[in-house]
Every structure is written in C-alpha cells, then in structure tokens.
C-alpha cells in the first residue's frame, strides 16, 4: 500500500539538511552539517542561526529541560543550551575521540542511546560503526560495533525495544532492552525495500501506535512498520535522498521530513501523533 499525502515546502537551501525538532514553543530547528551549524526555521521560511557547533551537527533531540541535545560528526555528543551556547557531552570514550555520532535518542526518562558510524561504510572491511549508551548519570557505554554506518535510532514508549538503521545494508536492526544500557536478543527486523540505491535507512520516528516511520534514503519514500517489524506502508515523497523525519509535538499528525535533493525540509499530514518522547514531558 502506498499512500501519496500533500507535502508543503518549509525552506530550501539548507546544506545537508538533517536533524528536524520542534521545542515547545513550536519553534523548528534543524541542522546545516557542511557549515557546523544548528539553525531556526522561521515562519516566513527564512532561518537563523542559533548555535555554531564548530564541528558537524547531524542528528538533534529535546532534553526535557529546554536544552538541544546533539549528535555531531566531528564532536561527538554536545548540548546547547536556550541561549546557544555549546557544551560538551561525551566527546570521548575510554581515552580516545568519539568516532563521530549521527543519531541519539532519549528514553521516558532522560537515557541516551546513539550511533557513531564516522568512517563505517559498505566496503570489506568497512563495517567498523558502534552504537553508543548514556545514562541520565553521566554513565557512558559501548553497547555493540561491526555496522556498516549505523545512522538513525529509535526507542519504543515502552523502553523494551530499541532500533537503528544500518544504512549500508539497507537492514533496521533491533535489540530487546532490558534495563537502560543493557540489550540483547540482537537480530535483523526489517529490510528496507532497495529499489536499486546504495543507501538505505536514515533518521526514523515512533508514531503513538507504536508503527516505526523509516527513512529510505535512495528510494525516496518512507516506510511504516507495525510493532513485530511487518511492513504496513510505503509512503512516497516528492523528492528523493529523504535523510530524517521528526513529529511536530505529540498530538499534531504533522510530521517534518528532511532531504538532500532540494537541502530542505517539508511538512505533511500523516495521519496520527507522534509517540511522547522525553523533551515534551512535563
């Protein structure tokens, strides 16, 4: 089944456009990687800077507490506060330099999970990416490695069930959680269809049916599975080189989606909520 919803276009011209978020003002952020910067989009399609990471931003996500958690190439984990300063996060693990982060998510209650690809890829010997934990403490942990581009992750409402996309693969790879930082019962959950592209999974997003909306970058579609990894639907975009989605809040049907065709971001009704995530508890 394929569904073919109405898209209207927020802004253009965004380098690399990734890592849509909206905070609780319904302000919309994203991130230009290539300039190092973490921008507003504004009501009349214009942006603004907010924050110059000094690195590559890639992946954004809302700490409860106002502050912009984000993923960076270059960096590692940083956070940026209201007023856009820059802090270190996890910047460094057991010694060495984190090898470059895409991805993060939250939990219900403020744990951190997110994928470090920089230099993984499809090639032999390429599958080198690791996925990352950190605790609300400040705890951090390696959870697992050998992943050809570990990109977007996921989380389920009920903090069982965690997922990432191994882009190279075209793979969405699962674990069970069975306490924060703990994972087991690794296995593949679905293929994204390949539709003759290298690239496979981006970013991706639980809506409140607990269906995962993935990414599927070269075949510039979306793709929406039920909870047991089945495929419910395939919905097609406009453009192709889709890289992330993101829910408006957790009661709008609107979702946000960026791609690399045009450097934009887009908007589109998609038909129920997003799951509550960590930085819209009250």
């Known amino acids: 089944m394929s569904d073919a919803p109405e898209f209207r276009c927020l802004v253009r011209g965004i380098p690399g456009a990734e890592g849509p978020l909206v905070d609780r003002t319904g302000t919309i952020f994203m991130v230009a990687p290539s300039e190092g910067n973490i921008v507003k989009v504004l009501p009349n399609g214009a942006t603004e800077v907010f924050a110059h990471t000094g690195g590559k931003p890639a992946g954004l996500q809302l700490h409860r507490d106002g502050d912009i958690w984000v993923a960076d190439m270059a960096r590692g984990i940083l956070r940026v506060t209201p007023s856009g300063e820059v802090i270190d996060e996890v910047v460094q693990y057991r010694g060495s330099a984190m ?154 049907h609107r979702m946000l989606v960026t791609e690399h065709e045009n450097n934009a971001l887009w908007e589109f009704d998609y038909g129920s909520a997003g799951q509550m995530q960590f930085g819209w508890r009250a």
Request: with cysteine.
């Open 99 to 252: 090898r470059g982060c895409n991805d993060l998510i939250f939990d219900s209650i403020g744990n951190l999970y997110f994928t470090a690809p920089a230099g993984s890829n499809g090639k032999p010997g390429g599958a080198t990416g690791e996925i990352f934990f950190r605790s609300r403490e400040g705890t951090v942990e390696r959870l697992d490695g050998g992943f050809a581009f570990p990109n977007g992750i996921a989380i389920s409402a009920g903090d069982d069930l965690l997922i990432f996309a191994e882009t190279f693969t075209h793979k969405l790879i699962a674990y069970d959680v069975e306490a924060p930082g703990k994972v087991s019962n690794r296995r593949d959950w679905a293929i994204l269809p390949t539709d003759g592209g290298i690239a496979g999974g981006d970013g991706m997003d639980f809506d409140a049916e607990c269906n995962l909306v993935a990414t599927n970058y070269s075949a510039g579609t979306l793709e929406v599975y039920r909870p047991g990894g089945e495929h419910a639907r395939t919905i097609s975009l406009p453009f192709k080189k889709c890289s992330n989605v993101h829910f408006n809040n957790p009661t709008s």
